[in-house]
């Protein structure tokens, strides 16, 4: 088993490369594009607020695994068009299609999280937030999103946890994460130790991913306060 | 539309198939969902238990299968199992061969990872029934399984039902990945189509479509059960 991690050390470090990128270009932009998608479904504009909705809705519907066929076969079948206005050479590489398909599930979990977070906000700090002169946008960039980002800390943890391992699925459409690597050396190899390598990998960053979120929460314990009492 | 011509059933169209594969996929969810029900609570158990090895086993069980990804689960399993009962087989007959019904193999790493999921959920809600009730129970004399299964087991449902909702929807949409395995399930069948027709677009949308029109039913299904456990509680404090 050991002769498989240690002949193709350059393959798995390469593979935890791609990974580490896809998860984190994931949760990263995911995060960006949630903030319009939970500030819309906040709104008192009922088709904003619906449109944001059914967006939601459809992805957590959808298996990611069609999220990402769609995106990378359902695309390319409109390789013509997508000359056209010159974004073919992004959906040509699987790569970026994963990343693709891995911002737009997370925004729609990540909105859900935001949205919660937000509406978990104590009215009290609001309205001193007001009396206190502040405008609306500065109360939401000082007051609202601070609170609302270290109470939902848990949550993003485990988004991030959750898009690490849904990032294996990438290699589904030949990107060489873990998963595909470990598919590559096996397909050459017939030997299932490289799968257990592979587990080990994700095992090891997950337990990692947890052990620095514990420590990131232990900082945040104040903002469990939820006022009132 | 000649695209949706494509749907029809019978010889031309490939609706049939596409049912047939939505068949296969509700059947998998529908074995696997009981199996790891009862193995969450097994699991769950196991953690609360007073022996210390069951306890590390349990969550040791939990964290793994947690955090791998369901993928890898998957494929080792269905790998793994085939070779084990290969080598049990041919210490029977020497030069045995079985291969190993995918759906089988399917069934078992969807259980193994639903379950670990499964466990936490039970685990909270034991937590969230009133541990007055079982001292109560305790005071009237009921034995231990009797307190379990008459007093806490009915209170904890209620606690369950919204999180073993979300763990259905996940695993309806994590069967998706068996298609992978060469089980004919309802991706798989697209993948045959699109291979054919040079439809990607449209049968992966169709697909989605599907898979939406899942969530929605079962959402409808939950939210009747969440109305009906809450039902004896209304009007009360």
Same mark, same amino acid.
């Given at each position: 088993?050991?002769?498989?991690?240690?002949?193709?050390?350059?393959?798995?470090? /390469?593979?935890?490369?791609?990974?580490?990128?896809?998860?984190?270009?994931?949760?990263?932009?995911?995060?960006?594009?949630?903030?319009?998608?939970?500030?819309?479904?906040?709104?008192?504009?009922?088709?904003?607020?619906?449109?944001?909705?059914?967006?939601?809705?459809?992805?957590?519907?959808?298996?990611?695994?069609?999220?990402?066929?769609?995106?990378?076969?359902?695309?390319?079948?409109?390789?013509? /068009?997508?000359?056209?206005?010159?974004?073919?050479?992004?959906?040509?590489?699987?790569?970026?299609?994963?990343?693709?398909?891995?911002?737009?599930?997370?925004?729609?979990?990540?909105?859900?999280?935001?949205?919660?977070?937000?509406?978990?906000?104590?009215?009290?700090?609001? /309205?001193?937030?007001?009396?206190?002169?502040?405008?609306?946008?500065?109360?939401?960039?000082?007051?609202?999103?601070?609170?609302?980002?270290?109470?939902?800390?848990?949550?993003?943890?485990?988004?991030?946890?959750?898009?690490?391992?849904?990032?294996?699925?990438?290699?589904?459409?030949?990107?060489?994460?873990?998963?595909?690597?470990?598919?590559?050396?096996?397909?050459?190899?017939?030997?299932?130790?490289?799968?257990?390598?592979?587990?080990?990998?994700?095992?090891?960053?997950?337990?990692?991913? /947890?052990?620095?979120?514990?420590?990131?929460?232990?900082?945040?314990?104040?903002?469990?306060?939820?006022?009132?009492? | 539309?000649?695209?949706?011509?494509?749907?029809?059933?019978?010889?031309?169209?490939?609706?049939?198939?596409?049912?047939?594969?939505?068949?296969?996929?509700?059947?998998?969810?529908?074995?696997?969902?009981?199996?790891?029900?009862?193995?969450?609570?097994?699991?769950?158990?196991?953690?609360?238990?007073?022996?210390?090895?069951?306890?590390?086993?349990?969550?040791?069980?939990?964290?793994?299968?947690?955090?791998?990804?369901?993928?890898?689960?998957?494929?080792?399993?269905?790998?793994?199992?085939?070779?084990?009962? @290969?080598?049990?087989?041919?210490?029977?007959?020497?030069?045995? @061969?079985?291969?190993? @019904?995918?759906?089988?193999?399917?069934?078992?790493?969807?259980?193994?990872?639903?379950?670990?999921?499964?466990?936490?959920?039970?685990?909270?809600?034991?937590?969230?029934?009133?541990?007055?009730?079982?001292?109560?129970?305790?005071?009237?004399?009921?034995?231990?399984?009797?307190?379990?299964?008459?007093?806490?087991?009915?209170?904890?449902?209620?606690?369950?039902?919204?999180?073993?909702?979300?763990?259905?929807?996940?695993?309806?949409?994590?069967?998706?990945?068996?298609?992978?395995?060469?089980?004919?399930?309802?991706?798989?069948?697209?993948?045959?189509?699109?291979?054919?027709?040079?439809?990607?677009?449209?049968?992966?949308?169709?697909?989605?479509?599907?898979?939406?029109?899942?969530?929605?039913?079962?959402?409808?299904?939950?939210?009747?059960?969440?109305?009906?456990?809450?039902? @004896?509680?209304?009007?009360?404090?």
């Amino acid at each position: 088993m050991l002769s498989h991690l240690i002949d193709n050390v350059g393959l798995w470090s /390469e593979g935890l490369k791609n990974t580490a990128m896809l998860t984190l270009l994931g949760v990263i932009f995911g995060f960006f594009v949630a903030i319009p998608f939970a500030a819309s479904r906040l709104s008192s504009n009922r088709l904003l607020s619906s449109m944001s909705y059914a967006y939601v809705y459809v992805i957590r519907g959808t298996p990611l695994l069609v999220q990402i066929f769609i995106i990378y076969y359902g695309l390319g079948q409109f390789h013509k /068009e997508l000359k056209a206005i010159g974004l073919w050479w992004f959906f040509r590489d699987p790569f970026n299609c994963g990343v693709t398909a891995f911002i737009l599930n997370s925004a729609a979990y990540q909105s859900e999280i935001l949205r919660g977070g937000i509406l978990a906000v104590p009215k009290g700090v609001i /309205e001193a937030g007001k009396a206190l002169g502040m405008s609306r946008v500065q109360i939401f960039r000082k007051i609202i999103m601070p609170i609302t980002l270290g109470r939902m800390l848990p949550a993003f943890g485990n988004e991030l946890v959750l898009l690490l391992k849904a990032s294996s699925l990438a290699s589904v459409i030949t990107v060489r994460d873990v998963m595909g690597q470990a598919r590559f050396i096996y397909a050459q190899t017939f030997d299932l130790s490289v799968f257990y390598i592979a587990a080990l990998n994700y095992l090891v960053v997950v337990l990692l991913i /947890e052990a620095v979120w514990r420590k990131l929460e232990g900082r945040n314990i104040w903002l469990r306060y939820s006022g009132g009492h | 539309m000649d695209l949706l011509q494509l749907l029809s059933f019978g010889d031309t169209g490939w609706g049939d198939e596409l049912m047939r594969g939505l068949g296969v996929t509700l059947a998998l969810a529908i074995v696997t969902a009981p199996i790891a029900l009862v193995f969450s609570f097994l699991v769950a158990w196991g953690k609360a238990s007073a022996w210390r090895g069951v306890r590390v086993f349990s969550n040791g069980y939990t964290t793994v299968f947690r955090s791998l990804p369901e993928l890898l689960t998957l494929i080792i399993i269905y790998y793994q199992l085939q070779s084990l009962i @290969n080598v049990v087989a041919r210490v029977f007959v020497p030069d045995a @061969n079985i291969t190993l @019904n995918a759906f089988a193999a399917g069934v078992v790493a969807l259980t193994l990872v639903f379950s670990a999921l499964g466990s936490e959920v039970v685990r909270s809600a034991y937590q969230a029934v009133d541990k007055g009730q079982a001292e109560a129970a305790m005071a009237l004399g009921l034995r231990r399984n009797q307190i379990f299964f008459k007093v806490i087991l009915p209170q904890m449902w209620r606690h369950c039902l919204p999180a073993f909702g979300n763990l259905w929807l996940i695993l309806l949409k994590d069967t998706s990945l068996v298609s992978i395995i060469a089980i004919s399930d309802l991706v798989r069948y697209a993948n045959m189509a699109i291979a054919t027709t040079k439809e990607p677009f449209f049968f992966y949308s169709v697909l989605a479509i599907i898979y939406v029109v899942l969530a929605f039913l079962s959402g409808r299904l939950q939210s009747v059960l969440e109305h009906r456990s809450a039902v @004896n509680l209304q009007g009360g404090r």
